[in-house]
């Protein structure tokens, strides 16, 4: 079955930090958009990057600049690294994997928290 297992999140200092690693299994690898959402408590999920299977990167203005996404298709997974972290980053974090609206699967989530 399809799985998406996200890791890495935590607390971190304002100005901080973190890796997030995502292990994806049971589809197609290549053939997905890879993306990074979050979703703060009271707000909706929202977007922060999406990457190819080729490379081509997307970004949410408010994390140019600051976060990179990157995937190693020759061991299925997907990282978010993201610097200069502050308050307003404080989410949990999730990955997705993206073909077509019917074939659109979510990982369970990882929380990040920036708070000194």
């Known amino acids: 079955q399809v799985q998406l297992v996200e890791s890495g999140g935590g607390l971190v200092q304002p100005g901080g930090s973190l890796r997030l690693s995502c292990a994806a299994s049971g589809f197609k690898f290549r053939d997905y958009v890879m993306g990074w959402y979050r979703q703060a408590p009271g707000k909706q999920r929202e977007r922060v990057a999406v990457?190819?299977?080729?490379?081509?990167?997307s970004y949410d203005d408010s994390v140019k600049g600051r976060f990179t996404i990157s995937r190693d298709n020759a061991k299925n997974m997907v990282y978010l690294y993201s610097n200069r972290l502050n308050p307003e980053d404080t989410a949990v974090y999730y990955c997705n994997a993206y073909l077509s609206s019917t074939l659109n699967y979510w990982g369970q989530g990882t929380q990040v928290t920036v708070s000194s």
């Open positions: 990457i190819t299977y080729g490379g081509f990167q």
